[in-house]
C-alpha cells in the first residue's frame, strides 16, 4: 500500500470494528476527500458515521469535541494543515484541557486529521508545517508518521487513544512509495521513535517527509565510508528523547532535519535536550537543517526552501570534520 491507502485501510479497520468511530470534514464523503483518503467509506458506512461539514474547520473540531465527550470517536479531517489554524482555540482551550478541567472524569478520544508540508506545488496555505506549535499545547498529542506501514498503526493508536491526537500527513509521499501493509489491524506505539538503519559516524534525525530525504543522504554517504544512524521519531508530543540520546551516546554527533520554518522548531527542542543531558559525549555541537523563517513560497521556489540533499550532507560533513 502506499500512503494514502494504509490510512484509508486504518480508518476502514476501525469504523467496522467500533460503530463508535465516525469521520466528519469537508468533502470527506461523497467526494472522498480532497486526497481520496477516504474514499469509498460512506458508501460502506453511511452518511451517519461519514458526515459531509461546512467549510468551517472550527467548527468541524468544535462539533467532533463534543461527540469525543458523549462517547464517539471522532475523526476530523482538516484538508491542509494550513486551516488548522481557526482550531487552535478548541484545541488548546478545550480538547487538550478536559482531562485536567475534570480531574479525569472526562476524556476526548478524538483524532485531528491533517496533510501537511510541501513539495506538491500547492497554493498559499496548503503547504505549512507548524507542528511546533501543537506540540507546545499540553494534554495534545502531536503524531507524524513517514511511511505507510506507520501512518495505519499509528493512526489506530491515535483512534484508540483517550486523548486527543492531531496527526499529520506528509502529502509529498501519500503517493510517494509503496511497502507491504498488513490487510488486518494493529498498532504502533505513539511517543516511540524508531531507528531505521543503525551506524556508528552520526546520528540522523528527522520525522515526517524528511525521513526519506535522510534515507537517501545517508545511502550517498555511505558510498564514502560515512555510516549515519537514522532516527525517525514518528511522534514529537510525546517525544521520545531516550532512544535519541541512546544514539548520541554512541556516535557523538547529531544533525536534526526538519521541513518547518528554523527559529523555533521541534529541532530546537531536539537539540536543547541533548545540550542538557548528553553534552559530556558530543564530539561536535548538534546541527540543524531546517526550512528558512520565511511564508513558504510558490511552487518555483518551493524546493529551494526546504531541505534537500546537498543541505543535508553538507551539515553531515560539517559535523565530522569538527
Known amino acids: ?41 460512506i458508501q460502506e458506512f453511511g452518511e451517519d458515521r ?16 463534543g461527540l469525543a465527550l458523549y ?13 488548522l489554524w481557526p482550531c487552535l482555540d478548541q484545541l488548546s482551550s478545550h480538547a487538550s484541557r478536559i482531562r485536567n478541567r ?9 483524532v485531528v486529521r491533517a496533510p501537511y508540508g510541501g ?3 500547492a497554493l498559499e ?56 501493509v498488513p490487510e488486518e489491524a494493529y498498532i504502533e506505539e505513539i511517543g516511540k521513535a524508531k531507528v531505521l538503519v543503525e ?29 549515519a544512524e537514522v532516527i525517525d521519531i514518528r511522534s514529537i508530543s510525546p517525544y521520545d528523547y531516550h532512544t535519541v540520546h541512546k544514539s548520541v551516546e554512541k556516535t557523538g554527533r547529531i544533525v536534526v532535519v526538519q521541513e518547518a520554518p ?19 559525549n558530543l564530539k561536535a555541537p548538534a546541527f540543524r537543517v531546517t526550512g528558512f523563517d520565511v511564508p513558504f513560497p510558490y511552487y518555483k521556489m518551493e524546493e529551494w526552501a526546504m531541505p534537500d540533499l546537498d543541505r543535508i550532507i553538507k551539515a553531515s560533513r560539517q559535523v565530522l570534520k569538527w
Open 1 to 41: 500500500m502506499n500512503m494514502v491507502e494504509a490510512i484509508n485501510n486504518a480508518l476502514h479497520n476501525e469504523m467496522k470494528s467500533d460503530d463508535k468511530v465516525l469521520i466528519i470534514g469537508e468533502d470527506v464523503g461523497k467526494d472522498g476527500g480532497v486526497f481520496r483518503v477516504t474514499d469509498g467509506l
Open 50 to 65: 461519514v458526515i459531509d461539514s461546512p467549510l468551517a474547520e472550527s467548527g468541524i473540531v468544535g462539533f467532533a469535541i
Open 71 to 83: 462517547g464517539f470517536k471522532p475523526i476530523a479531517e482538516i484538508q491542509f494543515m494550513g486551516f
Open 102 to 110: 475534570t480531574w479525569g472524569r472526562y476524556t476526548v478520544p478524538l
Open 119 to 121: 513539495g506538491v506545488r
Open 125 to 180: 496555505h496548503h503547504a505549512e508545517s507548524f507542528e511546533s506549535i501543537l506540540a507546545h499545547i499540553p494534554g495534545l498529542k502531536v503524531v507524524i508518521p513517514s511511511n505507510p506501514y506507520d501512518a495505519k498503526g499509528l493512526l489506530i493508536s491515535s483512534i484508540r487513544d483517550p486523548d486527543p491526537v492531531v496527526f499529520l500527513e506528509p502529502k509529498r509521499i501519500y503517493r510517494g512509495f509503496k511497502e507491504e
Open 199 to 227: 551506524g556508528d559516524d552520526l546520528t540522523l534525525v528527522g520525522w515526517g517527509s524528511m525521513i526519506p530525504k535522510i534515507l537517501k543522504a545517508r545511502e550517498l554517504m555511505l558510498e564514502k565510508g560515512i555510516k
Open 262 to 280: 528554523r527559529t523555533l522548531g521541534f529541532a530546537s527542542e531536539i537539540i536543547s535536550r541533548i545540550n542538557d543531558n548528553e553534552m559530556l
